[in-house]
C-alpha cells in the first residue's frame, strides 16, 4: 500500500494550495479518505475527512477555507485550501481508513505547508 501526498510548499498568508494524495494497493473507493496535519510541538491533529460515500467533515479551525474531495477513478484525494493562515503550517498526511470486523489503517509520508506572514 501506498499513499503519495503532493502539492504542499511555501505560500503567503491568504494564498491556496491543493494538496492531493494518490493511493495504490488498496480499494480506494470503499475507504474513508482524510487529511491530518502535524506542527511542530504539538499532537496529529484531523483536518477534513470524506466517507466512501462522499460525506465530508472538517476541523473548525479549516471550515469555509478548506475543501475535501475524491477521485474515486483516480484513487486520489485532494485538499483545496484556500485563505491560509500561518497557523495552518504544518506537515500534512494523507490517511486511509477501512474498518470493519478488521481494521486498515495507512498513511503517507507528508508534505509540508509553510504560510508566512
Known amino acids: 500500500v501506498q499513499l503519495v501526498e503532493s502539492g504542499g510548499g511555501l505560500v503567503q498568508a491568504g494564498g491556496s494550495l491543493r494538496l492531493s494524495c494518490e493511493a495504490s494497493?488498496?480499494?480506494?473507493?470503499?475507504?474513508?479518505m482524510a487529511w491530518y496535519r502535524q506542527a511542530p510541538g504539538k499532537q496529529r491533529e484531523l483536518v477534513a475527512s470524506?466517507?466512501?460515500?462522499?460525506?465530508?467533515n472538517s476541523a473548525d479551525s479549516v471550515k469555509g477555507r478548506f475543501t475535501i474531495s475524491r477521485d474515486n477513478a483516480k484513487n486520489t484525494v485532494h485538499l483545496q485550501m484556500n485563505s491560509l493562515k500561518p497557523e495552518d503550517t504544518a506537515v500534512y498526511y494523507c490517511?486511509?481508513?477501512?474498518?470493519?470486523?478488521?481494521?486498515?489503517?495507512?498513511w503517507g509520508q507528508g508534505t509540508q505547508v509553510t504560510v508566512s506572514s
Open positions: 490517511n486511509a481508513r477501512y474498518r470493519n470486523s478488521d481494521n486498515f489503517d495507512y
Open positions: 470524506i466517507s466512501s460515500s462522499g460525506g465530508t
Open positions: 494497493g488498496i480499494i480506494f473507493s470503499i475507504y474513508t
